[in-house]
Every structure is written in C-alpha cells, then in structure tokens.
C-alpha cells in the first residue's frame, strides 16, 4: 500500500499535469490576430491554480508580467508553466530524501538526524 505522502505527490503531479496540458490546449487555440483586452481571459482558469501550485517561483511573472514582452512565446510559456512543474521535482526530491533518510536511520520514529 502506497503511503498518504506517496499518494500526496501523485496527486501533485497529477494536478500540474493536467493544468499543463489545459493550458497549452487553450493557448494553442488563442487567435493571433485577435489582439483585444479579452482575447486570452480564458487561459486564467488554468493558469491561477498553476500560479498557487508555482509559489513562490511564480511571483517573478506575477510581479510584472509585462517584463517577458519582447522575449520568444516558448520563453513565456517556460516562465508561466515551469514554477509549478519546478514544484513537482522539489516535492519529489523532497520525497526522495525522506525515503532515503528512513531506509538509512532504520525508520525509527522520532530519530532526530
């Protein structure tokens, strides 16, 4: 049986994932003569909870989204996708570490190291 923090980062990446994979379908569909104010508000709906997941990375973009203007799309979507892909390895090695760590000190708990 696969332990909760095992299932916690399934979950994690997972959810990035599909988020991604939304983003991308709804940006490759953007119009690119359509220039008004309104013309990309759809692809909020994935990129506000790849934005939370993406924290604290993500503020760069947030801060001053006008920054990455002059710089190639595929650039801008690595800026505006990679924070939270960047979560998923963290928590992953994150979860790397630990299982290690237990293996080595024998999976006593409460062993401080």
Known sequence: MQS???RALIAHATTVVVLVILFLAMYSRIDPTNTGPTASVGLL???LPLFVLGL???LSFWNDPYAYDGVASHVRLLVVLGPAMLNV???G?????????RR???GTPGHGG
């Open 45 to 47: 709906l994935p990129y």
């Open 104 to 106: 080595v000190h024998g």
């Open 89 to 91: 390895v963290v928590h």
């Open 93 to 101: 090695l994150i979860r790397c570490i630990a299982v290690v760590a």
């Open 56 to 58: 604290p990375w993500s």
């Open 4 to 6: 909760v923090r095992s």
